[in-house]
């Protein structure tokens, strides 16, 4: 079918779809995904897991109530404390969508999806039938994408991972995996916000602002650590919180033997997603490739022991297996269906993670619960050793 | 599952409560509800009692595990009943408004307790509480969840004294009532009163509460489980801002003008309203939201399935009311499998990867003095959902939808009105003010300045903007500046870029063909052909749709889901076109409910796609409305939920390729698009087009019944004033006037006089002024009778004659109808003429002859070579489904008829009317149908039989007083076989003047009152104060006065709730069978 486009997007396994483009006329490749979500695109495109992914999504309209405002400098502001942004750039290589829209006119929006793209020098496809890619990538398995606008003024910058993009449609796809992405998603530097009583280091590998958002919320004081700092030095913090982020964890060797060191210290650690299987394969466990991934805001889980389902978002291709874990671990959520695990939980130390959002942004806030309840038993577990 | 084990352990029995007729505010959401219900206690093995007096619905269809009681539903009935058949539970979360209310009579008068009837789903003291708006704004305030500030009132007075405090503008509104019956907003203390009035005459509570208008509206469907596991199933926003009955407003699934934050916070209030009421099954919670901030209010709950949820059941495509059902069963979410994936939880949150649009259908038109104007009061009788992947293709298909005509959007009924007159247009919203945006639009009015009138969020002002700019880049393709004068040119020189932007955009090819061909004079057939050339260009251009489908998951995994739509915005299907080694068939649906049509066709839809499912073919439904069965997930092998239009079905119809086309069975709308469809080639089943044309087009059929030999009232087809002058001279008054052949007809009236017979003309040559006026003696005193049948190749296989109540004149779908009729030497004459029109016209599938009696003459008014909306009541009455014998003559079958018609089992079809919800409405029957649904009772005893349907209908025992005026002196006359027994009554009678003298003529005791024109008002404060609860009122005649004076009496009457009958045969027939009756010892089921 002729159309009115002006950028293909070449997949790895050899189709070519035409549309017009948004944003940035930059070549870019990467991983590609997508989110079934309705609503909370801002959220999605700067979450720093999507990193060196293109993501589509399966929702059709793409803008409705525009963009917030994208200047953030200052973590602890209002701007930051209000939802809409979950770090401070578009985290994806690129966006694959069916239609957007020009003039939103909510409240909050200050430009709209085109605009916003162009600031951050990324590229993206509107006039596709993301319903139909999202097939091929649920059906493929693991496929790459390549934006390449037919009048692009350059490459989406990837110099810090030596990777030099180019337009050869037929291979040169960026592929996330191959490459330690916490530089490029993490801080430099530790950073401390807020000044509750509760001191929770967050490991940040790539964090969600609203972890953060939702721990200061709890009343607890922030250090947000980089990726590769030595954990041993902050052990002085009452928990942890081992953040989402980009990549195939298995691959993280480094941050895989501190972990161990920090389990061995007895510290209080919750991860959440990419922090979750960090800390399996920190116990011992294994990770592996689900043949659907979860990508939405609809998931549900089940808590092991309980009657109670909850409806979470989440955004993973990996899972924790099943079969290898530590004995004293136990499963403590599953997927309602495909029975994969959700979370687990030690059974008698205060070590637990998710493989879904608890801090949600977007999508639902049902699970948030399970922060509040962290900080909670932290606290429960203090004054129990003060008084015993 | 602790409630579902205790009832499978011994006592299997369950009864439903159903909701009785359509009626404005509860419609055919219902029997979507409640058959989905019924099929999910089937399935559990349980013993099912449905009570519904709606004899068209597929809930009350017996089955060897359901007993259906065609009763009205409220405490009385219902209590006879489970006496009789002691039921282990009762559910009443799947019938609307009025089962709700039953629900909580019975457990307010302790007969649950008395019976042991345990009551599944939301426990009732916790319904009582989302009943009673103070209750639950007091109970939410404790959980500091915002509900809108109001107040409650009990009387005048009390208004009076604070009226002057209030932050107007303000909504007043009754307590316990179906979709806002007796509400509307007050700008001013004046205003405030009077409505107060007029809700403290319906219920002794009225409401006053701060007006949000301008505010988003939105809603939110939760299913909670009694482990405490909810889900967030749908959510939408009204197009229409908030102060518009959210059953009149357009409604968009999911939300679009929301981000995260605020979908999020709305969705965890509605969660937590859930649970802290601990409700079991379905709840819809609606919101207001200020759009300048994160303020909102909780407008209100309705907990039990609702129209919404129908609506978001179908889309979503989550069959919310069959998963509420085993819900309420005791079942966990958890346990429970998504039954549209098939393999995943049914605890989970639908992702939606289209756009969903529900449009109201008002039907205004039909309703002669109907106020327009949209506020808190529900008015619309119907509704379609479109389906597409933007907002401007889901809102075209959705207008056509309603519209039920192919111009969608270019339809301009504002284009003669002035801009000022617009601008008040936009302000105050009717039933047609989507097409006041677009024609302000047209005329170059800022989106600013429309907004600031119409308060629609911009988002779909842009839509709206965006669809208006592209008809004029439409037409300009055709226009001296580009060179290109001719239509065919112009089409031949389109290019297939704009053509894809087009149908992208959701236009028809015919809207393209009809802009591209503005200036020229196009007849419909020319400009079907000229649709056509559009369709060749695009052919050859390869634009074509292509088929989704909806899965619940956005296809995060693959499903086995059927549910399928149209779109421009794909470049792949989702399907394959159906295998089946035997025959596969598209069935047309009936489009939206709406006067004339409604869920009888559904019904026969559905049991044409049983048919073809029980006999391995292979059923595709199309059909746009989201209140039907048909539509429901497991009804057919596929469902294309789209437009019923040439277009579309000719999309699906060369993709499937199925054995052929069905028409018959979906009420007007489709058998009007027989012919186009037979020039299209496609192949049609059942009637053919020749046979359609011969019974439909006025002229043939006329021939045909000459040739037969069998009689018609005199009729002309009159172009000139001539023709209609050599008519007079043979004909007498009074004389049938309508425009053209039309269903129900729109503008049709019966004329006693040459002055409004002129008067009538004129006004019909203004709605049509090239086609013919058709002229039709009208024969006073005539009975009427139906025959509905089924015949193939001409040949009559089974027909049953049924009889009206009130005379000719009165439309035969507001008729009281019974059946069988008493004289059989009558019936076998009418059977007689009717299967030679069947041999003369060939039919060869369902069909309805109407005909008339009068001094034992015979004439034939109509025949419609279709299923008629009398076949679920016939059907059920002779045990026979006439729509499944149909399909076994449409599908080359050898029918099994059984002629053995057991004659004791009587049926009485009664009509339900909405006059209450329609303001400014003279609640009369007349030629031109206005009833909104039927009921249908059916047992061995007529009186009783009779008196159940009337009482479904709302039509009561008096008990108070009756006020009486017997209209001319021939109808009054007709009245005095039942004189003795209104004595016997022993009832005070209050009469005007001259039924008063007849009355006392006749020795009847009666007050004489005053008209109102003679000053007096105390005939309206008789109904007002509730003195008298039923009302007779016959009306007299054509004269301003005479029609002013009954008007008003007639209309407070309604308003007031009274029990109503302004026709005299109807009239009598109650007192007489109210005289005669024994009642029933036990309740009969059908």
Known sequence: ?????????????????????????????????????????????????????????????????????????????????????????????????????????????????????????????????????????????????????????????????????????????????????YPEVSNKSVVEYGDGPVLINVVNYGVKWNIVRELLRANCRVRLLPWDCNYESYCDADGWVLSNGPGNPATAVDVIKQLKNLIHSNANIFGICLGHQLLALALGAQTERLPYGHRGHNQPVHMAGTQQGYITSQNHGFVVNKNNLPSDMEVWFENLNDGSIEGIRHKTKLMRSVQFHPEACGGPNDTSFLIQDFIRDIKAKETHRAYS | MPILDSLKSGNKKILVLGSGALTIGQAGEFDYSGSQAVMALEEEGFEVIVVNPNIATVQTNTSENRKVYLYPVNAENVTYIIEKERPAAIIGGFGGQTALNCLIELEKLSILKKYNVISLGTPVKTLITTEDRKLFADKMSSFDIKCLPFNVYTSKQDVQKVAQTFDYPVIVRSAYALGGLGSGFANNISEVINLTEHALSINPQVIIEKSLAGWKELEYEVMRDSQGNTICICNMENLDPLGIHTGDSIVIAPSQTINDQEYQLLRDVAIQIVNKLQIVGECNVQFALNPESLEYYVIEINARLSRSSALASKATGYPIAYVAAKVVLGYSLLELKNPLTKNTSAFFEPSLDYVTIKVPKWDLD?????????????????????????????????????????????????????????????????????????????????????????????????????????????????????????????????????????????????????????????????????????????????????????????????????????????????????????????????????????????????????????????????????????????????????????????????????????????????????????????????????????????????????????????????????????????????????????????????????????????????????????????????????????????????????????????????????????????????????????????????????????????????????ASRSFPFISKVIEQNLADLAMQVITGRTPVVNSLIDQSRIGVKAAMFSFNRLEGVDPILGVEMASTGEVGCVGKNYQNVLLRAFEATGIKLPQKGILFSAGPKEEKNKFKPILPFLKEMNIPIFATEGTANFLHDNGIKCEKIKWLDDGDTKIISLIIDKKVDFVINIPKDEKEKQLFNNRIIRQTASRAGCSLLTDADKAISFFAALATRTPDLVPEQL
């Open chain 2, 366 to 866: 039909k309703f002669s003095g109907a106020y327009r104007f949209l506020d808190s009061k529900m008015k619309s009788v119907g509704e379609v959902m479109s389906i597409g992947r933007t907002f401007p293709e889901a809102f075209q298909k959705a207008i056509r939808m309603v519209l039920e005509k192919p111009e969608g959007i270019l339809y301009s009924p504002f284009s003669e009105i002035s801009d000022a007159e617009l601008e008040k247009e936009l302000e105050k919203a009717t039933d047609k003010r989507i097409f006041a945006v677009f024609e302000a639009f047209k005329r170059k009015f800022s989106l600013e300045k429309i907004f600031s009138l119409t308060k629609i969020t911009p988002w779909f002002l842009e839509q709206i903007k965006l669809i208006t700019k592209t008809c004029s880049e439409v037409r300009s393709c055709r226009n001296s500046n580009s060179g290109v004068s001719d239509y065919e040119a112009a089409v031949f020189k389109l290019d297939s870029l704009k053509l894809l932007k087009w149908k992208k955009l959701g236009f028809s090819d015919r809207q393209i063909a009809s802009l591209l061909s503005s200036g020229d004079r196009v007849s419909a057939l020319d400009l079907e052909q000229r649709e056509e050339l559009v369709r060749l260009k695009r052919h050859a251009f390869k634009i074509r749709p292509v088929i989704k489908k909806i899965d619940t998951v956005a296809s995060e995994f693959p499903t086995t889901s059927n549910y399928l739509y149209l779109t421009y915005h794909g470049a792949k299907n989702d399907v394959i076109p159906s295998v089946n080694e035997s025959q596969s068939f598209l069935l047309l649906g009936s489009g939206p409910y709406r006067i004339g049509s409604s869920v009888e066709f559904d019904w026969c839809g559905v049991s044409a796609s049983q048919f073809l499912k029980k006999n391995k073919m292979t059923s595709i439904v199309l059909n746009c409305n989201p209140e039907t069965v048909s539509t429901d997930y497991n009804t057919s092998d596929r469902l294309y939920f789209d437009e019923i239009n040439n277009e579309t079905i000719l999309e699906i119809y060369e993709f499937e390729n199925p054995t052929g086309v069905i028409t018959c069975f979906g009420g007007q709308l489709p058998n009007n698009l027989v012919p186009s469809l037979k020039r299209l080639g496609i192949r049609l089943y059942g009637h053919s087009a020749d046979a359609i044309n011969l019974s439909e087009n006025r002229i043939l059929f006329s021939s045909c019944l000459d040739e037969l030999g069998i009689k018609q009232p005199a009729w002309v087809a009159a172009r000139s004033d001539e023709e209609i002058k050599r008519f007079l001279a043979v004909s007498r008054f009074p004389i049938l006037v309508r425009p053209s052949f039309v269903l129900s007809g729109t503008a049709m009236k019966v004329t006693h006089d040459i002055e409004s017979l002129t008067a009538f003309i004129s006004k019909a040559r203004a709605v049509a002024p090239d086609s013919p006026i058709i002229l039709t003696e009208f024969i006073s005193g005539a009975k009427e009778f139906e025959m509905d049948g089924v015949a193939q190749s001409g040949n009559t296989i089974i027909a049953i004659v049924s009889e009206h109540i009130e005379n000719a004149g009165v439309h035969s779908g507001d008729a009281t109808i019974t059946l069988p009729v008493q004289n059989k030497n009558l019936e076998l004459k009418i059977k007689e003429a009717g299967n030679k029109i069947v041999q003369k016209i060939g039919l060869n599938g369902p069909f309805n002859i109407q005909f008339l009696v009068f001094n034992d003459e015979i004439y034939v008014i109509e025949c419609n070579a279709r």
């Open chain 1, 1 to 181: 079918m002729n159309q009115d486009t002006n950028v293909d997007v070449h997949l790895s396994t050899g189709q070519i779809f035409a549309g017009k483009l948004i944003g940035a006329p930059l070549v870019s490749s990467g991983e590609l995904v997508f989110t079934t979500g309705m609503v909370g695109y801002s959220e999605a495109l700067t979450d720093p897991s999507y990193y060196g992914q293109i993501l589509t999504f399966t929702y059709p309209l793409i803008g409705n109530y525009g963009l917030p405002n994208n200047v953030l400098t200052d973590i602890a502001s209002a701007e930051f404390l209000e939802r809409g942004m979950e770090s401070d750039k578009v985290a994806v290589s690129g966006v694959l969508i069916t239609e957007h829209f020009e003039n939103p006119a909510h409240r909050l929006s200050h430009v709209n999806l085109d605009s916003w793209l162009k600031k951050y020098n990324i590229p993206g496809v509107v006039g596709l039938d993301t319903r139909m890619i999202t097939q091929l990538v649920r059906d493929q398995g693991q496929i790459f994408a390549k934006i390449i606008p037919r009048e692009s003024v350059g490459f989406i910058d990837r110099s810090n991972l030596n990777f030099q993009e180019n337009k050869s449609v037929t291979d040169h796809f960026f592929n996330p995996s191959d490459y330690n992405l």
